[in-house]
Structures are given as C-alpha cells and as structure tokens.
C-alpha cells in the first residue's frame, strides 16, 4: 500500500510576495522594470497630471497589460512620483462626538433648555436631603459609628465567611481591611453628592439652526464640562 508523504513545514513570510512580472492580454511577460519605464515615459508626456488610477488605465489601453492599480500604485511609490492627495473643503461642519461611558439606557436623556435650572434646583434638594438623612443616622460622626457596630460587622463578616469555609473565622488583617474600607466610604458619602455629576451639551438637529435642547447624562468617564 502506497504511503502519502508527510507534508513540509510552511514557513509564513507574511503575505503573497512581490511579484516581479506583469502580463500582457496575449499571454507575454514584461518585467516591473520595463512598466516603470512606460509610467515614466507617460508622466512625461500628456498624462504628467495623472495620478495612479489614470495611470493604471492607460497601462492597460495603450500597452494591452492585465495590471490593477494597487500595483501601479506601488510602482508609483517606488518611482517617488505620487501627486499629492488633494484635501477635501467641506461646506458643513464636521464635529466628532464626545466620548461617554453609557453602561444603563437610563444615562441619557433630552431635555430643554428652559428646563434645566428646575432640574438643576432637584438635584440640589435631593442631594441636600440625603445628607441631612445621613447625618441624623450617624450624628455621632463616622469613626464612633465603624466603633459602635464593629462586633456586629464582624459577627456577618464571619457568617459570610463560614457559608464557603466552615469552621474558620477571617484573620485580624482581614478585618481590619473591612472596617477600613467602610469607614473610606462613609466619609466619601459624607464629602460628596448623591447622585452622579450631570453633564450638559447642546445639540443641533440641523446644523445651520440653534438648538434648545440639551443632552445630559451621569459622567462616569472623562467628559468635556459645561
């Protein structure tokens, strides 16, 4: 029984390799060299203003040869006889969007202009509102509050615990870690606001008219302020 041979190792070098040779519509071969000469001889005549893409049809109509115009284009780049690319003047213009971080569909919302100082004037209230609640509930400051239920934090930190290891208890560190942490956001809770930093940007539903209405939303990343 005959046997396949084992196939050789391929060795990658990262793509199709450059090919040196360009064919005519009959079959013949004419060197990149040669095709380098007609591009020259071309941009020295009537086509001096054409760029690659007309470039490439001419090869094809004048010399009969099967090219594309990546190839042309490349020779071009290798000749050092690209024309500059043209800019474009655009009659409007052209904004790029300010980056949000937008995890919930409840970020965002279009509100307008004459509403924002209401709106503006709530979030004052319940801010204010929510720190008047947090220092009834703890009117003796947070240290003596982390002091006060340490035994308790403890007791459910160590029933939590026991649930995945039973019969061990956390370490002192670990403890430590916890009342440390609670303590950390309780003073942030006391230092800061309630409901996220909102964040105002116009927008314009045609872009020759002014717009009434604004785009607000929580900023939870790097955002452009009003």
């Excluded at 380098?36 to 001889?41: H, M, Q």
């Excluded at 969007?97 to 509100?111: G, P």
């Excluded at 979030?123 to 509050?145: H, I, Q, S, T, Y």
Aim: glycine fraction near 6%; proline fraction near 4%.
């Amino acid at each position: 029984m005959h046997k396949r041979p084992k196939p050789k190792n391929r060795i990658h070098t990262g793509g199709r390799p450059k090919s040196h040779y360009t064919l005519t519509k009959s079959g013949a071969i004419v060197s990149n060299e040669q095709v380098k000469e007609w591009i020259c001889e071309l941009i020295a005549g009537e086509e001096y203003a054409y760029g690659y893409l007309k470039l490439s049809y001419c090869l094809r109509k004048k010399f009969n040869l099967i090219i594309n115009k990546k190839k042309v284009y490349r020779l071009c780049k290798e000749l050092a006889i690209l024309r500059p690319q043209r800019k474009i003047n655009r009659h409007y213009p052209r904004k790029l969007t300010r980056n949000r971080l937008v995890t919930a569909s409840n970020q965002l919302r279009w509100i307008p202009e004459k509403v924002r100082p209401l709106f503006e004037k709530e979030l004052a209230r319940v801010n204010n509102e929510g720190r008047e609640l947090l220092n009834k509930a703890l009117p003796e400051g947070v240290d003596n509050f982390v002091k006060s239920c340490r035994e308790q934090v403890i007791k459910d930190a160590n029933l939590m615990y026991q649930e995945f290891h039973p019969g061990e208890v956390l370490s002192e560190e670990v403890i430590t870690k916890i009342l440390d942490d609670l303590k950390e956001r309780l003073n942030k809770a006391f230092a800061g606001k309630f409901i996220p930093e909102v964040n105002y940007n116009r927008i314009g539903f045609h872009f020759q008219r002014g717009s009434d209405w604004f785009l607000t939303g929580a900023r939870l990343c790097c955002c452009c302020k009003k």
